[in-house]
């Protein structure tokens, strides 16, 4: 795999420095991060507050196994990982500001779509539309902050938004909760509408078009087609991809089997949200704290420390599965040291991946939110598919993926992990 980009491509207009903040005028750099941290919300909304509505969601559209019920997860994120192969692409010839509000358009529609399915199957396909709806959002964000920030201060506006956007993860199930207990099912995806439409409005007032002219390129089929050789032949944006794919998988299947687990298996009902609230706020932590740190440490550092401290917990969570002495308590502890570490991974693999495509960017974060989702959906189904009652294939899993990860970023640093770097 190349280290570089070819020349052809690398004559393209310059990335911008580490800090063009004039790029997002006239919004100012709070506005900027809080803005990218609702956009990401979208989607994070759009999994997390169907956590607690999905018994009612199966009974209602008389769905039986709660395995199948899984479905509703899986059926998003696969529209959503699909979606991003072009996205990219477009807003790196239209811009980014026509395809961010082209897109909110359909999220709106499909979540009404959604509340009118008159069957399990209907819901599928109207929740696979929101998924291919909510891949607009998702790259232009990502491909914005690159428009407008590079290298470390890239990282920590990343980190910044993602804290701010970790507090979705955290209060979605309790508000999904809140809904099925007062209100039908379907208010969930009214919701999903109305803060679409809000978002719909704030992009249309205050976000300017982040891409200048001169950096916008073609995309015919051969423009394609080497912009794509070059996301998947570059040994760090490519490495780094899969092995975000891998920690995302592993994120997923949590979700995916969350409700089971917690819920059922160990007696919580309607307590679930108040637990989950406490792993995914060790999420948001953890951005935070990466935010501060990344410009001190370095992405390599940290992402690579906290993958090796991923591994660990996840074979002690496997341990005391197998040997049957996993109570409620050291399970939502340790689960949530998993999730801090998960957290303070995410933020640095994207902009380890995204650093060597800046005259690329929009297809690059397409290809990257691709393969990273469309991993997870398998990842996600496989492990949700294999729940048996027990915690055990889900830490299996999740002791499976570490170790690949940490393989995958030693093969794709040349066994140089936990250096400064960038």
Excluded: K
Excluded at 320 to 329: E, H, N, P, R, S
Excluded at 369 to 378: C, D, F, R
């Amino acid at each position: 795999m190349n280290d570089t980009a070819p020349a052809g491509l690398s004559a393209a207009a310059p990335a911008p420095a580490e800090d063009d903040s004039r790029r997002h005028a006239p919004m100012t750099f709070r506005e900027f991060v809080a803005m990218i941290a609702a956009l990401m919300a979208l989607n994070a909304l759009a999994i997390d507050i169907m956590l607690p509505a999905l018994q009612d969601i199966g009974a209602a559209l008389g769905v039986a196994d709660e395995n199948d019920r899984q479905a509703i997860l899986p059926a998003y994120l696969i529209g959503f990982g699909a979606g991003q192969l072009l996205i990219g692409s477009v807003s790196d010839r239209f811009g980014r500001r026509p395809v961010l509000l082209v897109g909110l358009v359909f999220y709106v529609a499909a979540a009404i779509l959604c509340a009118f399915a008159p069957s399990f199957t209907a819901l599928l396909i109207g929740r696979f539309v929101q998924g291919l709806a909510s891949a607009a959002p998702r790259v232009v964000t990502t491909s914005i902050v690159r428009d407008c920030y590079g290298g470390r201060r890239m990282a920590s506006v990343l980190s910044l938004a993602m804290t701010i956007f970790m507090v979705v993860p955290v209060i979605a199930p309790s508000i999904g909760q809140g809904i099925v207990l007062f209100a039908p099912w379907q208010g969930i995806f009214w919701l999903l509408a109305l803060y679409g439409l809000g978002m719909l409005a704030w992009t249309w007032a205050r976000l300017p078009e982040t891409l200048e002219p001169e950096r916008r390129r073609a995309i015919g089929p051969r423009a394609l087609a080497v912009a794509f050789r070059e996301v998947f032949t570059t040994r760090q944006t490519f490495g780094y991809a899969v092995a975000a794919g891998a920690m995302f998988g592993a994120l997923f299947s949590f979700l995916v089997t969350g409700e089971q687990i917690f819920a059922q298996l160990y007696g919580l009902g309607p307590l679930f949200p108040v637990a989950f609230a406490g792993m995914a706020g060790a999420m948001a932590v953890s951005s935070l704290i990466n935010s501060r740190l990344v410009g001190r440490l370095g992405t390599r550092r940290l992402s690579h420390t906290a993958m090796t401290g991923f591994v660990l917990v996840a074979a002690a969570l496997l341990a005391l599965a197998l040997l049957d002495v996993l109570t409620i308590v050291p399970l939502v502890a340790l689960m949530s040291c998993a999730l801090f570490l998960v957290g303070m991974i995410f933020a640095n693999l994207n902009a380890l991946a995204m650093e060597p495509m800046g005259h690329i960017a929009g297809t690059a974060s397409s290809v990257f939110g691709s393969v990273t989702t469309l991993m997870a959906a398998t990842i996600g189904a496989v492990l949700g598919q294999a729940f048996d009652g027990t915690v055990v294939p889900l830490f299996t899993g999740w002791t499976i993926l570490g170790v690949a990860a940490l393989g995958v970023i030693a093969i794709t640093e040349r066994g140089r992990l936990y250096g400064r770097g960038a």
